[in-house]
């Protein structure tokens, strides 16, 4: 019961985090940079528990993001779920790669999620962005990692402490 | 392979991932997008969420906040002093440059009642500091710390220091969003200083750049000249510096001079910005002449043939300025709101459909 409890803490607590950080700003120059820290906690949520991590979730994420940060509501909330879907679609195998592949995998989706942001701007007639669209998703896969380790342990520490 | 989880299947947690949920929810995101697109409903949505948005505003922008708190306080004396010199010399230039304006002021008064114009150079702003939040690199928009209840409107000018930064497009209780001159969507009318030509600059989507496009090729511009608003379109007054220009060159076509400015504004470093309050429209009617005489209800009501017969009606005629100033006031208030309310419908300035 309280390890449930805690879990649900953990789960809870990494969308607030993500949110925030989403939101948080950066030094101009480093602006780009920004992983997008939102995909990034659906994507470990729906390779580590997916039973919680539906495309509904991923849903009502993706529009409580564009309440927050979006222009256009719905367009998070489509990115979510075309995340979430790929990954709970792979997860089997996203599961047990080696950190660097699932890396690299996470690469190829957050690409895809880019081309996916891409076209819904272009449908809703905004302007293309600049190159530098590009760059967010290679540190999206140098982030995680880091990201993932860090969260696993403060899931598993709880699971330990039990 | 998709997880078969038939047991606890409920809407928001379930744990497969078929695609008929996949296009369920695709076309429901795709339905939501295209609905907005068409209404606008985000804004309003956001308005009736304000109690969640506008913390979670502040919450993310406490860590900037705290990190300029803790540089103001280690900062040594030695460079609080030079700070402090470079100030006040830039207080005195500017104090010298204000003395100088007062007497040109002065003359501009005496020169407008000569020619009896209305244009008034009075200029109530209210100031704002940025909440350090980023709603999204590539989209160019900024939040301000102060919002309805504060008195701020859509379409407000938002200046600093150097020269015009852009207008607000959204309001929330207590926060509002800027959009920035450099936005893609973004237009606003200008006139080159040196020459008086009129012209509108777009927003290129870099901080750094603005866009001049379709100038006629006899047009003279060339780099260095300043832009300044030009007031047509009624959303920014007119005589604030907007850029520089920096490269002029023709256009694709040949047809046209394409020419990039550079904005005269610190776009991506003001931490405290100008709100330019509503002013009265330099054009349009001059507001009905106030009836003069004893008000209405001390003439009584007065037979009809003895006014017929004085030639005099007072009470029927101010009863009828009366209504007529009233019509005339709503008219008027009408022109006032027009531009508010498309502002509301639109983000983009009314500038851009006339230029």
Redesign the interface.
């Known amino acids: 019961m309280n390890r449930m409890r805690l879990q649900n803490w953990v789960f809870s607590g990494s969308l607030l985090v993500a949110?925030?950080l989403?939101?948080?700003?950066?030094p101009?120059a480093a602006?780009?940079f920004?992983p997008y820290w939102l995909g990034l906690v659906v994507v470990y949520w729906a390779i580590e528990t997916?039973?919680?991590m539906?495309?509904?979730?991923?849903?009502?994420l993706?529009?409580a993001g564009?309440?927050?940060?979006?222009?256009?509501?719905?367009?998070q909330?489509?990115r979510l779920?075309?995340l979430?879907?790929i990954v709970?679609?792979f997860?089997?195998r996203l599961r047990f790669f080696p950190l660097g592949q699932q890396a690299l995998a996470l690469l190829a989706l957050l690409l895809n999620d880019r081309v996916v942001t891409l076209m819904?701007r272009g449908f809703?007639g905004?302007?293309m962005?600049?190159a530098s669209?590009w760059i967010a998703p290679l540190v999206g896969m140098l982030a995680w990692p880091v990201f993932y380790v860090l969260l696993d342990n403060l899931r598993l520490r709880q699971r330990a402490a039990d | 392979m998709p997880i078969a989880r038939d047991n606890a299947a409920t809407l928001f947690a379930e744990g497969g991932a078929g695609t008929l949920r996949l296009i369920f929810y695709l076309a429901l995101s795709i339905t939501v997008m295209v609905v907005d697109h068409h209404a606008h409903y985000l804004r309003a949505l956001r308005q009736m969420a304000n109690l969640v948005v506008e913390p979670a505003y502040r919450l993310a922008a406490l860590p900037a906040d705290v990190a300029r708190a803790t540089r103001t306080a280690v900062v040594t004396q030695d460079q609080l002093a030079s700070e402090n010199r470079e100030l006040r010399e830039q207080l005195l230039l500017a104090q010298a440059r204000l003395n100088r304006l007062d007497a040109l002021l002065a003359q501009n008064q005496r020169l407008k009642g000569l020619l009896d114009a209305q244009h008034n150079l009075g200029l109530s702003v209210q100031f704002a500091r940025l909440v350090d939040v980023d709603l999204d690199p590539f989209r160019h928009r900024i939040v301000l710390d102060v919002g309805a209840a504060q008195g701020a409107q859509v379409g407000q000018p938002v200046i600093d220091a150097h020269g015009v930064m852009g207008q607000l497009v959204e309001v929330l209780p207590n926060t509002s969003v800027a959009m920035l001159i450099t936005d893609p969507t973004h237009a606003i009318p200008v006139v080159v200083e040196r020459t008086g030509l009129r012209t509108i600059a777009y927003g290129s989507g870099a901080t750094d750049t603005l866009e001049l496009r379709d100038i006629p090729r006899s047009a003279d511009i060339h780099g260095g000249d300043k832009l300044l608003t030009s007031g047509l379109g009624g959303r920014f007054p007119a005589g604030f510096p907007v850029g520089v220009v920096g490269e002029v060159s023709t256009d694709s076509k040949g047809m046209f001079i394409a020419a990039t400015a550079r904005p005269s504004a610190a776009l991506d470093r003001s931490g405290e910005v100008l709100l330019l309050q509503e002013q009265q429209q330099p054009y349009g009617p001059p507001a009905p002449q106030e009836m003069i005489g004893p008000p209405a209800e001390l003439a009584g009501p007065a037979p009809l043939e003895n006014q017929a017969a004085t030639g005099r009606p007072p009470p029927a005629l101010s009863r009828a300025a009366q209504a007529g100033g009233t019509t005339a006031g709503a008219s008027g208030g009408m022109r006032e709101t027009s531009p508010k309310t498309s502002g509301q419908q639109q983000p983009m300035p009314p500038a851009q459909g006339t230029p």
């Open positions: 949110f925030l989403q939101l948080m700003p950066l101009p602006e780009p920004k997916p039973e919680r539906g495309l509904g979730l991923a849903f009502l993706g529009l564009d309440l927050l940060i979006g222009e256009l509501f719905g367009e909330a489509m779920v075309v979430a879907f709970l679609r997860r089997s819904v809703s905004e302007a962005p600049p669209f």
